[in-house]
């Protein structure tokens, strides 16, 4: 089956710019994850689906940031507008009913704000 | 929240070695998985083990779930093996949060 796809891969924009992450999950994951690991610091969590519904979306750390997942497949994490300390990778990872089996993440997103 | 606590935090190889790397876990749970994050950023997949022992090649995990840690071992340790390795438990509380330890950055020197 095909992992998890995350583009672009790579995104440079400038400070106060907008930038859209996307993630495909493994067809058939009704729960989908973002997280991001910043200026080298620990993976955190930022949100979870379910479906299209927000489980659980207590580790966005403000309003510039506006996750979506209509229609429950893919989902957006936009960054709006993007400031320097947003800077790092940002991972999605989807998993089957309770995320039992583990999870399959993504191979990221490398955002860099300059 | 679960607490995970990873060591050590930084690791420096000669290529050929081998080596174990440590999590430790405040609290039972229903997922560990371990992963590597290469230096282009890239995280992958390694074990997802909450019990047990599992190998891969030159990698192998055991997880103690009633003693709350988990370890990776790499044999024969190569230049391609540089990067982060990161722990990551999680356990459903009406949803499941992955919560990643600090991470052992490891070095392997040719």
């Known amino acids: 089956e095909a992992g998890v796809t995350q583009f672009p891969s790579h995104s440079v924009i400038e400070k106060g710019q907008t930038v859209t992450l996307r993630c495909d999950p493994i067809s058939g994951h009704d729960n989908l994850y973002w997280y991001r690991r910043v200026m080298g610091k620990e993976i955190k969590f930022l949100l979870h689906f379910v479906k299209e519904s927000k489980q659980d979306e207590s580790g966005m750390p403000n309003n510039r940031f506006l996750a979506e997942r209509t229609g429950g497949t893919y989902s957006t994490l936009k960054v709006q507008p993007a400031e320097l300390e947003d800077s790092g990778v940002y991972f999605c990872?989807?998993?089957?009913?309770?995320?039992?089996?583990?999870?399959?993440f993504g191979s990221g997103t490398r955002l860099t704000v300059v | 929240g679960i607490q995970v606590e990873q060591s050590p935090p930084d690791l420096i190889l000669q290529e050929g070695a081998n080596s174990t790397l440590r999590c430790n876990f405040s609290?039972?749970?229903?997922?560990l998985q371990w992963f590597h994050q290469n230096p282009w950023g890239q995280l992958i997949n390694l074990f997802y083990i909450p019990s047990g022992t599992k190998q891969n090649g030159r990698l192998s995990a055991t997880t103690v779930a009633t003693e709350r840690y988990s370890l990776l071992y790499i044999s024969s340790s190569q230049t391609t093996d540089s990067g982060v390795y990161f722990c990551?438990?999680?356990?459903?509380?009406?949803?499941?949060?992955?919560?990643f330890g600090a991470g052992t950055r490891l070095f392997v020197k040719a």
């Open positions: 609290d039972s749970v229903n997922n």
């Open positions: 990551a438990v999680s356990r459903y509380t009406g949803g499941f949060k992955t919560i």
């Open positions: 990872a989807s998993s089957q009913v309770r995320g039992s089996g583990g999870y399959t």
